[in-house]
């Protein structure tokens, strides 16, 4: 197994036995009089799961005398502070952020093993019965959790992406959520002729405009093909797997199935124009139900009744070699700097922010838990199915965010861009893309 693609038996391998930082280490509460535990989080104050942390951290206070919680909201640009902060030797004890932000910081040695504390049997009545913390979690979400065969991320909230779409569209075009590409393309034809603009995107966003090209490549050409493409590694981008995904790309811009004036859109515009349903699908992640709660209880109000979305997975392809046995997935979650100043108080909070209590009230905030076994919340009941059909978990977009971000950046996001806004084919594109890439790994390697 390689850090980027697993299995669920890879999930469920244990970890490697290790003297490391566990909560038993922690100091009994009120032993060593008040102690500050410092955490750095993802979140604006004003959003709904800080609310949630806000709620975690007064419990964890209550059942530690002694012990305050600090939570500094830094927002999603918390990588770039915590760095400053690791160099200085100065780190907060924990950092609240995604996994495939964090696994950077693993990568570069500056984050504490967790093993110790995953191998931990866990104590509470609400938690009973697990030989250890480990065994807690979903497969996928411990598999992300590791760099070189060791679990440096403590999991909480667990994704993966699909299409979401209002149910009475699928209804009105007499047809199912579309399994195949096939399928899909009749679906946006039928919606179009019923004149509904099938699928809103904004199109100033490049980490939204590469979902497409990313998935089709996958679903064409399976997840460790497309992934060694991006990482220069013995196949190239002329493969003709890759010429068909971006022609599925220019496909549905040809066939105007995005809205009038996506390519300028400015999010969070097509989002609107979706919950309003003036669009009938969007391709997102599991979080985007949540990210549009007001808007959701705002339509429901006006309408005196609940919306009624569905959510399905990214269809197969005609002859591909990655179809629904291979899913996405990714975790937002916390870790621990190595040169943290209270390490095992920290691995006591990140055991109690995942008790069942608190993992109750997360799902209740809507948000996916990557505890197994764990409901999922309201629209996103499909993501259970897409996990349970799935033999092969890939991180979001094959994992070229985790293992590649610079190529991401400057070979593929440009070239994408402007196949996504229909300004070249797709053989401009693969031309294109495969230019950059070169030039950009001949740079890598010192060449001129």
């Not at 209550?62 to 690791?86: C, F, H, Q, Y």
């Not at 009749?186 to 100033?204: R, Y």
């Not at 070699?321 to 943290?340: L, M, Q, S, T, Y």
Request: a neutral charge; one cysteine or more; aromatic letters at 10%.
């Amino acid at each position: 197994m390689n850090g980027i693609l697993f299995t669920l038996l890879a999930g469920l391998l244990p970890f490697l036995p290790a003297p490391r930082v566990t909560a038993a280490n922690a100091p009994a509460p009120g032993a060593e009089g008040t102690r500050t535990l410092r955490v750095w989080s993802m979140f604006q104050k004003a959003e709904p799961l800080a609310r949630w942390m806000e709620e975690v951290a007064k419990g964890f206070e209550k059942a530690n005398p002694g012990v305050k919680v600090e939570i500094s909201w830094k927002g999603r640009d918390i990588l770039t502070m915590a760095r400053g902060a690791i160099q200085e030797k100065k780190p907060p004890d924990l950092i609240d952020q995604d996994d495939q932000t964090m696994i950077q910081l693993a990568k570069e040695g500056v984050l504490e093993p967790l093993d110790g504390a995953m191998n931990e049997r866990p104590e509470g009545s609400d938690i009973m019965g697990l030989d250890s913390w480990a065994l807690r979690f979903e497969p996928a979400a411990l598999a992300l959790a590791k760099h070189d065969g060791l679990a440096y991320l403590w999991p909480r909230s667990l994704y993966t992406s699909g299409f979401f779409c209002h149910s009475k569209a699928l209804k009105d075009a007499g047809v199912s959520a579309p399994k195949t590409w096939a399928e899909f393309l009749a679906l946006c034809e039928a919606m179009k002729k019923a004149g509904k603009a099938p699928i809103a995107a904004d199109g100033t966003v490049d980490f939204y405009n590469d979902w497409w090209f990313c998935w089709l490549a996958i679903r064409s050409a399976g997840p460790e093909k497309f992934l060694k493409a991006a990482k220069n590694d013995g196949v190239a981008w002329d493969d003709p797997d890759f010429l068909k995904a971006a022609a599925g790309v220019e496909e549905i811009v040809k066939k105007g199935f995005f809205q009038n004036g996506y390519e300028g859109s400015i999010f969070p515009r097509a989002q609107h124009g979706w919950i309003t349903a003036r669009q009938a699908m969007m391709l997102c992640g599991a979080w985007l139900p949540k990210e549009m709660e007001p808007s959701i209880l705002a339509a429901e109000k006006k309408a005196a009744g609940p919306v009624a979305l569905e959510m399905f997975p990214f269809p197969e392809v005609d002859g591909g070699k990655g179809g629904f046995e291979v899913a996405e997935a990714w975790f937002n979650g916390w870790a621990i700097p190595k040169d943290a100043a209270n390490k095992a108080l920290a691995v006591k909070f990140l055991q109690f922010a995942t008790s069942e209590t608190n993992v109750k009230a997360l799902v209740a905030e809507g948000d996916p838990s990557a505890v197994r076994g764990t409901p999922q919340p309201r629209f996103l009941e499909a993501q259970s199915d897409i996990f349970a059909k799935a033999k092969v978990f890939v991180p979001q977009k094959g994992g070229i965010g985790r293992d590649v971000p610079e190529w991401t950046k400057r070979v593929l996001h440009p070239a994408n861009n402007r196949l996504f806004k229909g300004e070249i084919d797709a053989a401009a594109f693969i031309a294109e893309l495969k230019k950059a890439h070169e030039a950009f790994y001949e740079g890598k390697s010192g060449k001129s």
